[in-house]
């Protein structure tokens, strides 16, 4: 396997890996893989060298056990087919996109006004009782509209 060019320099992961050490980085896949394509000179990655790079990038990714290697790749690629934020490109740029292996991804242009500020961290979940409460008061107005019209 070759090493892709867009690798962080050594001293970048060795920062990362004695910040983070073995947990997990405060990043959802999406911003993994925004990150990655990123670096990319041209910002276009195949799927092995988005793969590599987090590998190369984070210590919790580089030294998982095979079930928990499984499950992120398997979480990057969910991430990559479902999110409006990526687009699937062919490896020669002009024929059909192939459905299975060999193909680019790239950014869409506007992908950044998916991240705060340039801020690739998770968001804040909003507590669950908060929601509840804005959707019970929700129905409820929308319940007093529909009795003042009829």
Not at 26 to 38: C, E, G, K
């Given at each position: 396997m070759t090493s892709c060019s867009t690798d962080p320099p050594a001293h970048v992961t060795q920062q990362l890996d004695e910040e983070l050490g073995q947990d997990k980085p405060?990043?959802?896949?999406?911003?993994?893989?925004?990150?990655?394509?990123?670096s990319a000179p041209n910002r276009q990655m195949t799927l092995s060298q988005i793969y590599n790079y987090i590998e190369k990038r984070f210590l919790f990714y580089r030294h998982s056990d095979s079930k928990r290697k499984r499950g992120w790749q398997n979480s990057i690629r969910h991430n990559l087919s479902l999110n409006d934020c990526f687009i699937k490109k062919a490896r020669d740029g002009v024929g059909p996109v192939n459905d299975r292996k060999g193909n680019y991804w790239t950014l869409a242009p506007n992908f950044n006004e998916m991240f705060e500020n340039g801020n690739y961290k998770r968001r804040k979940r909003m507590k669950k009782h908060v929601a509840v409460e804005a959707q019970l008061a929700e129905s409820s107005l929308n319940y007093l509209v529909q009795r003042q019209v009829c």
């Open positions: 405060p990043y959802s896949y999406v911003a993994l893989i925004v990150m990655a394509i990123s």
